[in-house]
């Protein structure tokens, strides 16, 4: 069984920053490329980057310059980090990984529970 738990999301001021975990655990073999999303009230669950096992990333525009996708192959873990945050940056936060529970398996697409993140004054 595989788990993706996320982790840092909170309460912010406009302006503010905030850094999110995902830590992946059980039985994993190999995990390829990992990512978050988000999803706001009465929308759509969006990407918002990610990276894959070598180091590549990928942002949607809404948020380049301002967020840091990062991850820790030897911890499974990965990491975001926003700065310069904004009322439209408020959303569940989900943490998605492809992952290869063995060599004889195949990907599998593992979803975590998700992390709210708010930006008011």
């Known amino acids: 069984q595989v788990q993706l738990v996320e982790s840092g999301g909170g309460l912010v001021q406009p302006g503010g920053s905030l850094r999110l975990s995902c830590a992946a655990s059980?039985?994993?073999?190999?995990?390829?490329?990992m990512g978050w999303y988000r999803q706001a009230p009465g929308k759509q669950r969006e990407l918002v980057s990610s990276v894959t096992s070598g180091g590549s990333t990928n942002y949607a525009d809404s948020v380049k310059g301002r967020f840091t996708i990062s991850r820790d192959n030897a911890k499974n873990t990965l990491y975001l980090q926003m700065n310069s945050l904004k009322p439209e940056d408020t959303a569940v936060y989900y943490c998605?990984?492809?992952?290869?529970?063995?060599?004889?398996?195949?990907?599998?697409?593992?979803w975590g529970q998700g992390t709210q993140v708010t930006v008011s004054s």
């Open positions: 998605n990984a492809r992952i290869r529970r063995s060599a004889y398996t195949g990907w599998d697409v593992y």
């Open positions: 059980g039985s994993i073999f190999s995990i390829g490329v």
